[in-house]
């Protein structure tokens, strides 16, 4: 009987694979988990739009004027930014 609990106290308490080095290895097998998926879904997005500016011109331009704030050469371009004290 004490050996039985000697055991299972080290394997709790002092083994290199103890409760709560699990513990903490299942929380970060979680968060790394929830960052593929955050990950595989931003490279969804950028997938779908790569596709939309190769295939469709006009989206070209506004990615261009949007993104990089690029014009046309008979056109003024004001840029607002919106007030901080609301």
Avoid: C, H
Wanted: proline residues 2%; without cysteine; aromatic residues 12%.
């Amino acid at each position: 009987m004490i050996a039985a609990i000697a055991f299972v106290v080290w394997m709790l308490f002092f083994d290199r694979n103890d409760f709560f080095q699990q513990q903490q290895r299942r929380t970060e097998l979680k968060q790394l988990k929830e960052g593929k998926q955050y990950f595989q879904e931003q490279i969804e997005q950028e997938q779908q739009l790569a596709d939309e500016l190769k295939n469709n011109p006009a989206s070209i331009e506004k990615f261009a004027r949007e993104k990089y704030l690029m014009k046309k050469d008979n056109e003024d371009l004001f840029l607002i930014q919106p007030s901080e004290n609301r």
